[in-house]
């Protein structure tokens, strides 16, 4: 099946779409009639009867296929087949604990995500209320629910319906959160890292452009990327960076100048990202935050203590007292040391 032949008028034919096509968005999106939405009776929609907002639930049981904010942020059904290449290559080839390991996963995603996965199957409200999300507690629980979808780490496993007295099915359904690994098990851990990232991304491409043979090679392209605001490294413009008194007196040159190089050290840090300099002994805790002005600059001296390939311009934007942020309170917040730079934990810079 490809694009040109789908036509939605029942369950039966959309549970038949996602098991043949592998990959359906549920909405309009950024490649013309690539969606549900554009493929069924205007007549269908919202009526007195069930339509595709209400097949949602039976499709995903009858399909036992995945649905979640997949792509550009909108949702999408990914069959069982496909979801391995799909969480492969939006992963990187990490699994959760491996991605915040190595720095590339916030905290609060780690919270919600071990708190899911140890709930998991759980209905959205009873998570928020498992994890204190809400006015007076945690924050950004749909904005960290979309990322790890976006990831491939979180999917859509069912949806719940309220019932009348006459056991009628009726509202909006309430979604029902699990892992891959939950969902389908050693059918989905045997194999979502047998291939290499870049190998489950151009399986995708290629099965996209069978099954889309009109439209444009970039067009897919450009639709499968990691989303932007579903990606920690661009979302998360703001780094955590250490200072070492013994080397460089920082504080003596943030009292002279507002402006001062720094080692870059990280060649993701771009112009206009925020830094939270750690300084430590005898300090022990985060007393600047700057902004980056410039980056890549060559560094043609020579420094016995730190080795610097390039440096970057820092402002300085606020100065905190050693009692704000200081390395016992960072510890409550899951950084127990500060080596190296790496992403600034949005709890800890929530707090500043």
């Known amino acids: 099946m490809n694009i040109k032949d789908l ?63 997949f792509f550009e942020n909108k949702a999408a059904y990914i069959s069982r087949e496909w979801f391995p290449d799909f969480a492969n290559y939006r992963r990187d080839g990490y699994d959760f604990d491996a991605r915040y390991e190595d720095e590339l996963a916030s905290y609060r995603d780690k919270q919600l995500y071990d708190l899911l996965e140890k709930e998991a199957p759980v209905l959205s409200g009873d998570l928020k209320k498992l994890g204190n999300y809400g006015k007076s507690g945690n924050k950004g629980f749909d904005t960290i629910l979309t990322r790890l979808q976006a990831q491939g780490y979180v999917l859509t496993s069912d949806f719940v319906y309220r019932r009348d007295r006459k056991g009628k099915e009726y509202g909006w359904g309430v979604a029902r959160y699990s892992t891959p690994e939950k969902f389908w098990g050693e059918e989905f851990t045997g194999r979502v890292y047998q291939k290499t990232p870049e190998e489950s991304f151009q399986a995708i491409r290629r099965h996209l452009c069978r099954i889309l043979p009109d439209v444009q090679e970039d067009v897919i392209l450009r639709f499968l990327r990691k989303n932007t605001s579903a990606r920690m490294e661009a979302e998360a413009k703001a780094w955590l960076i250490p200072s070492n008194p013994k080397y460089y007196d920082v504080v003596s040159a943030f009292a002279a100048e507002e402006v001062i190089a720094w080692k870059q050290g990280n060649d993701n ?14 300090y022990s805790a985060i007393l600047y935050k700057c902004v980056v002005e410039e980056t890549g600059i060559p560094y043609l001296g020579q420094n016995e203590h730190v080795h610097i390939k390039n440096l970057m311009m820092i402002r300085r934007l606020a100065v905190y007292e050693p009692s704000v942020m200081p390395l016992s309170r960072m510890k409550e917040h899951g950084v127990s040391t500060v080596r190296g730079p790496r992403f600034m934990p949005e709890e800890i810079s929530d707090l500043l």
């Open 7 to 69: 036509w939605i008028c029942s369950e039966e034919d959309l549970v038949r779409a996602v098991q043949e096509l592998g990959i359906l968005p549920f909405f309009a999106n950024s490649i013309p009639g690539f969606s549900i939405e554009e493929h069924v009776p205007s007549d269908i929609w919202f009526t007195d009867q069930p339509g595709p907002w209400e097949w949602k639930g039976p499709v995903i049981r009858t399909a036992g296929c995945a649905y979640g904010k």
């Open 269 to 282: 840090i771009k112009t206009g990202d925020l830094v939270y300099l750690y300084v430590g002994q005898p």
